[in-house]
């Protein structure tokens, strides 16, 4: 059955939680950790910026709320809001019977507050399954509360792209997208991969609804994980940096 809210919320917490008790383990600089996600991952991983805080959310975990704190937030066409440019799709599977009570909290937009953290996030204009006014929407809140954020909207591209390129591509060739290839070195360099840091990532979608998940890639991996795969080997080439990815296909920690 569908992963209610806010049991994935409250899992990646226990995730966070985990890596802060254990960082000496791992070398990890806890102050580093970021969250990630793509799709419905990135309304995962935007819901959790906004609310690792709430006394309720260490209070279900047992540890203090300092122990949840995300440094950053990478969005990938992320899901955002609950309004005029919803999918609703993904608010209704979240949220079960519980959509009309909670809609609005769960809204991204209409919830940041001083203590979200800072943000990367990119879309394209012609996502034809999550509108691109979600990432505008964000970005006009963000501004608004003074959260730092770099955003890059790319002018082609349909939704869930990932890499766009060969590596991310399905076994019909779709999903190359040369003029958006360029978000990853962009957010090379806002993360400063010469600083040790932990990316948890929260994946593509919340719930498989076709019997066959996320769309087939060419070497058979998730391609999200891929992706910080790729981060890793840039940061261990470099400083011998640690970056985790906990995740599996559907975005439940």
Not at 66 to 72: A, I, K, N, S, V
Not at 88 to 109: A, H, R, T, W
Request: one cysteine or more; aromatic letters at 10%.
């Amino acid at each position: 059955s569908p992963v209610r809210y806010p049991i994935a919320l409250l899992q990646l917490g226990k995730v966070v939680s985990y890596l802060y008790e254990n960082a000496e383990q791992y070398n990890i600089i806890k102050e580093k950790i970021a969250v990630m996600g793509f799709s419905a991952g990135g309304h995962l991983a935007a819901s959790y910026s906004i609310k690792w805080n709430e006394n309720w959310v260490a209070e279900k975990l047992g540890v203090s709320s300092e122990e949840l704190r995300p440094d950053r937030m990478i969005l990938c066409y992320p899901v955002i809001t609950s309004g005029e440019f919803a999918h609703n799709g993904s608010f209704e599977c979240l949220l079960g019977d519980k959509y009309d009570e909670l809609k609005d909290e769960l809204s991204i937009e209409k919830n940041i507050n001083k203590d979200t953290p800072a943000c990367f996030v990119w879309h394209t204009k012609t996502d034809n399954c999550v509108p691109y006014e979600n990432t505008l929407m964000l970005i006009d809140s963000l501004k608004e509360k003074n959260i730092p954020v770099e955003s890059h909207i790319f002018d082609k591209g349909d939704h869930g792209l990932s890499l766009a390129n060969k590596v991310s591509m399905d076994k019909n060739k779709w999903g190359i997208e040369e003029s958006v290839q360029v978000w990853t070195d962009y957010l090379e360099k806002w993360l400063d991969v010469s600083k040790p840091q932990v990316v948890l990532l929260s994946n593509h979608t919340n719930e498989p609804e076709d019997g066959e998940g996320i769309r087939e890639v060419s070497n058979g991996l998730c391609t999200e994980s891929y992706i910080l795969t790729l981060f890793a080997a840039k940061a261990l080439l470099k400083e011998n940096l640690p970056i985790c990815v906990p995740c599996d296909h559907w975005g439940r920690w």
